[in-house]
């Protein structure tokens, strides 16, 4: 199961997708390059995305925000108080973690420790009795005898129930705006006197004030903005309730918990909509807009089945939420979120109102009525969309050679998301066929259709290379093209191959593509 992930982790890195950040230095945690062939991926998920929940609907209207917002709206929208996550410390492997990501273990129940090694269990073993007072037994790499709590988790790294309080953790990237430095303000403050005598939460309080006049944050996610600017939209485009205003792009989360490749990155990329109706008709936009975004991930999918609604608990909602579904995805540690769909009522565009001053209802000129619309929220992860292709994709098949069998990895991307969508290949490098494949991949380039010229290896080779990286077809040139004019047309997918006239190969492929 983690075999998957590994072989994927290695793929994207051989052949151009995802790359460690930074990683000559020695990387940077949880952060990614998408090299040439990742940037093609994700450009084409984020624009399918785009083209579907923004230029095929009337009702909803795109934006383009700053990444940094005023400050106050990170007040408004509580992200500055609440937007953290309760980490905790293990006393015994000293792992820091976050405890809604923790192994769960009810209390009362045999909780196990579990070690790399044994060396590392016996140290775990006195230490426990040293300074716990509890002796547990040693079984190898275990050690037998704890118990859960009434925290109702463990350690996720050695399973011990010996942690420390929950803390809360601010996840937004703070910054300075503007010609001030806030360290230097902290300086003369210092040098000042100012801050003799304080401690502790006094002490970081008036640290706090002096940092504030210039603090600025990168946003954690993209919608803040479809509320800040719900009423110059409305208003600049004539927008009638209910309407939509979705924006992607870059969100920043200092996240402590390095997951899964890039399910969990401090910088990844969102897709996200507001779309704003009237009180009374947000139970069945919620319903609508579920089963629209559920549809939506399987339409591109090999295994739709791998996709799932879930809706929350009720003590699992937010707390401006009246009701949520996960989309979650059967990745191989398991399911997990790709997209969230809530209800949040009229919490944010109050909350803004209420900070800012501005007015943001809206006047129904049919029903004469004012009104502050319930927003239904679909917020989807672009980068986890990548991810989960990429898993959805990853096949390995045993296929016949003269000399038995060799194993074909080809990535069944969807024709609208593979970052190739065809490789014009000439059989051999002389003879005129190069200069053929040439004039067919510039008929490609006029027609917008991204098309990759190779003549690197035999062709058995190219074509090995272009299923690894899911270039659902290729087009040969060989000595029948130069006497016939015609080509052959390979599938990814069925090996399959047939002849094409030349002259039909682009608007054969872009009837391929278009059926997908
Ligand atoms: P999680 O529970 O996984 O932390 P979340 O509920 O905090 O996610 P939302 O705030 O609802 O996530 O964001 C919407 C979507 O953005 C998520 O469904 C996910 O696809 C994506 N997302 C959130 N945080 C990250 C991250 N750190 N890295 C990559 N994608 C993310």
């Keep these: 199961m983690q075999d998957l992930m590994k072989k994927i982790v290695s793929l994207a890195k051989r052949r151009g997708f995802v790359y460690q950040s930074s990683e000559i230095y020695g990387g940077l945690k949880s952060a990614y390059d998408y090299g040439p062939l990742g940037a093609e991926l994700k450009r084409n998920l984020m624009n399918e995305w785009w083209r579907d929940m923004v230029h095929a609907r009337e009702d909803v209207v795109g934006l383009d925000a700053s990444v940094i917002m005023h400050p106050k709206v990170w007040e408004a929208s ?12 293990c006393l015994v492997c000293k792992e820091r973690f976050r405890a809604d990501k923790a192994l769960e273990v009810a209390e009362g129940e045999p909780a196990k420790l579990f070690f790399p090694d044994k060396g590392a269990a016996k140290r775990a073993l006195s230490l ?11 079984r190898g790499k275990e050690l037998n005898g704890a118990v859960g709590n009434d925290r109702g988790y463990c350690c996720p790294n050695c399973g011990s129930p010996w942690l420390s309080a929950e803390r809360q953790f601010n996840l937004m990237f703070k910054s300075a705006l ?15 006197g100012e801050l003799d005598g304080l401690k502790g939460r006094e002490l970081r309080a008036k640290l706090e004030a002096l940092m504030k006049p210039s603090a600025v944050y990168l946003r954690p996610e993209t919608a803040q903005a479809m509320f800040v600017q719900f009423a110059n939209i ?3 485009m004539s927008m009638k309730v209910p309407f939509g205003i979705a924006q992607m792009g870059k969100s920043f989360r200092n996240e402590i918990t390095v997951e899964h490749f890039i399910f969990r990155s401090t910088e990844f990329e969102q897709m996200e909509m507001e779309f704003f ?3 009374g008709t947000d139970d069945e936009w919620l319903d609508y807009w579920k089963e629209q975004r559920i549809a939506w991930w399987r339409k591109f999918a090999n295994d739709p089945d791998k996709f799932m609604l879930r809706p929350h608990e009720p003590d699992e909602l937010a707390h401006y939420a009246k009701a949520c579904y996960d989309i979650e995805y059967e990745y191989p540690w398991g399911y997990g979120e790709l997209e969230g769909i809530a209800n949040r009522t009229d919490y944010d565009l109050g909350k803004h109102a209420k900070h800012s001053g501005a007015k943001l209802d809206y006047f129904d000129p049919v029903e004469k ?10 917020a989807a992860g672009a980068t986890r969309g990548v991810l989960v292709y990429l898993i959805d ?3 390995e098949e045993e296929v016949a050679t003269g000399r038995g069998t060799e194993t074909r990895v080809v990535l069944r991307l969807h024709p609208k998301l593979a970052p190739i969508k065809v490789a014009v290949l000439p059989l051999i490098k002389k003879g005129g066929m190069p200069e053929v494949a040439r004039e067919v991949v510039e008929a490609f380039f006029a027609r917008g259709i991204n098309a990759k010229y190779d003549e690197q290896h035999t062709i058995g080779k190219r074509y090995r290379r272009h299923d690894e990286i899911g ?31 030349r002259d039909d190969a682009v608007n054969e492929i872009e009837r391929l593509l278009r059926e997908g």
């Design 393 to 395: 994709a990853y096949t």
């Design 78 to 89: 509580g992200h500055l108080a609440g937007f953290s996550d309760p980490l905790v410390d």
């Design 471 to 501: 270039t659902p077809f290729c087009l040969t040139v060989d000595g029948q093209t130069l006497e016939d004019g015609t080509l052959t047309i390979r599938d990814r997918d069925t090996m399959e191959q047939r002849r094409i006239s």
């Design 234 to 236: 409305q208003q600049s």
């Design 128 to 138: 426990v009795e040293r300074q716990l007072g509890v002796t547990l037994e040693r």
């Design 369 to 378: 009525k004012r009104y502050t619309p319930y927003v239904i929220e679909p």
């Design 277 to 279: 109706v009237e009180p």
């Design 178 to 192: 503007g010609a001030t430095d806030p360290l230097g303000e902290v300086a003369e403050a210092f040098e000042d």
